[in-house]
């Protein structure tokens, strides 16, 4: 894809030793092909991530993989719960009440609330979002949360869900986990019949990964 | 890297690959694994680690294409993720040092094999690039990375500048620091002619002519 003597790729004058070197190394650059059996290993992986995939989108939420503290940390709570799908996206139905807060709530640790983790008939949704696939994630996630700019009378989160509380700005903001890292998804408020969504990080309220989307 | 008359454009693959295109990404890997493949082997020194390097890049690629910004090529975005796995495994593991006569450099190298009309000529080229490849083992891992991507690949300064995601100035400097290493390293192990002694104070003998003293001839510009 590049030529290693190329004069125009590099515009640092060389001394003669430089000049010695950098031929010694483009001689020595790796020609060869992958080996057959690294390439054979590598289309092994992304098979099982293609398999992963299939399964996230699938909802299999209690065989994702999380850091060890994190699934010691959700163990009782996903055992317990029951997973429910909505427009593919894997749902955690953790706590009985809604999932979304205020974004003006500021002070909204979504640890705090205490409230136990019993699923009930109006069992809300923690969404799971993901990195590669956050547009197609948060367009079937925000069916199921609460409109935007809605304000519940009080922060809800699941009593497991760990997530230090940070000036999220305007719009609503639910918990979601993100990549298996618990984080707040804020939905600005519309504009121009577009909608921003924005990923926060817990604590800082630093914005992780963002879509736009058509205003609901 | 991103136009492609043989398929779809990179950029259309990887966009297909975050849209849940389920083939997409293998497409885009075959298109670039050989060259990954050559950053990770002589990032790494051995084919074994090359190969871990590798497969942790293809997993971070894999999982955060989505996160791609659109503002280098794909091929460079590759590279970039490919490069960054492979300096992590140096730094976490302290790679020893002294890897670069692993397996891979016992192998008789293609360049010399290409000699095979002058035996002699193809073992003292193998001889040589086992001995460079060596010396390149004993770099820093940035400095290392640095000249695999700007002498090896023969990548473009700028180019290697955003793999690395380093200012242009700080690629440089590493690339300068690296080469200045590796002659040090090279002359030690006799592949470059040893430095002229410098005459001792009161030495009335003439100093020898220095023929390198001037820069290389260059060809005129195309």
Do not use: I
């Amino acid at each position: 894809m590049h030529d290693p003597q190329s004069p125009e790729k590099d515009d640092m004058p060389d001394t003669p030793d430089e000049e010695l070197v950098r031929r010694l190394l483009a001689d020595a650059r790796a020609d060869e092909p992958m080996p057959a059996d690294v390439a054979a290993r590598l289309e092994g992986v992304l098979d099982d991530l293609a398999a992963e995939r299939r399964e996230q989108s699938a909802a299999t939420p209690l065989r994702r993989a999380h850091p060890v503290g994190r699934r010691r940390r959700w163990a009782t709570a996903l055992v317990a719960a029951a997973a429910v799908v909505v427009g593919g996206v894997s749902l955690r139905a953790l706590w009985p009440e809604g999932p979304g807060s205020s974004a003006s709530d500021k002070s909204s640790s979504a640890s705090s609330g205490g409230r136990a983790a019993s699923p009930s008939a109006e069992q809300a949704v923690l969404p799971e979002l993901h990195s590669a696939t956050l547009e197609a994630d948060v367009r079937r996630a925000v069916v199921v949360l609460p409109s935007t700019g809605a304000a519940l009378s009080q922060p809800s989160a699941p009593p497991d869900f760990a997530c230090a509380g940070a000036d999220w700005g305007t719009g609503s903001v639910h918990p979601v986990m993100f990549d298996g890292r618990a984080a707040m998804l804020a939905l600005r408020p519309p504009a121009h019949g577009r909608q921003k969504a924005e990923v926060l990080q817990c604590g800082t309220a630093d914005v992780l990964a963002s879509v736009t989307l058509p205003a609901r | 890297m991103t136009d492609r008359a043989d398929g779809r454009p990179d950029r259309e693959l990887l966009a297909a690959h975050v849209a849940g295109d389920r083939d997409a990404f293998a497409e885009l890997f075959a298109r670039h694994r050989d060259r990954l493949w050559a950053v990770a082997l002589r990032t790494m020194g051995n084919p074994e680690d090359a190969a871990d390097g590798l497969q942790d890049a293809l997993v971070a690629a894999y999982r955060r294409a989505g996160t791609f910004r659109g503002d280098a090529a794909v091929s460079t975005w590759l590279h970039r993720v490919v490069v960054n796995a492979c300096v992590d495994r140096l730094r976490a593991a302290s790679v020893r040092r002294t890897t670069a006569l692993a397996d891979d450099h016992d192998a008789p190298l293609p360049a010399a094999a290409a000699d095979a009309s002058d035996p002699a000529l193809a073992a003292e080229r193998s001889d040589q690039r086992r001995l460079v490849l060596a010396a390149l083992g004993e770099l820093p891992a940035d400095q290392r990375a640095a000249l695999v991507l700007v002498d090896m690949e023969g990548m473009p300064v700028l180019e290697a500048a955003a793999v690395l995601d380093v200012p242009l100035g700080t690629l440089k400097s590493r690339c300068s620091r690296g080469r200045a290493r590796l002659a040090v390293l090279l002359r030690d192990a006799g592949v470059l002619d040893p430095v002229p002694p410098v005459a001792a104070e009161g030495n009335q003998q003439p100093l020898p002519p220095v023929p390198s003293a001037d820069p290389p001839a260059r060809a005129p510009p195309g």
